[in-house]
């Protein structure tokens, strides 16, 4: 079984890739503020043009399987992903194939 992580700023690009994508604009304009709270779980907070969404721990694993099928051109659905907070890299996927 391989292991691959993504970084705090590969997450942060899967979450402008994802984003863009829903509000039809670059991923350039999409800025992004990883978020960790310990009831609600891992998340994002998205903002275009004034206009923030908010982005759930389920919403962040499909725009990491986004992530995984474009930018890696791997099979997303067969990926294992867990989120982590490391102390020296910060938030982290391991992701498992």
Known sequence: MEQVTLLEQDLVNAICRF?????????ANVTVELTYDDATGYGAEAEVAGQTDYFNTPTFIAAIRLYIDEVLQRNASSAGIELDIDDEEGMIA????
């Open 19 to 27: 984003h863009a994508r829903y509000k039809n604009v670059q991923p």
């Open 94 to 97: 391991r992701l498992r194939f």
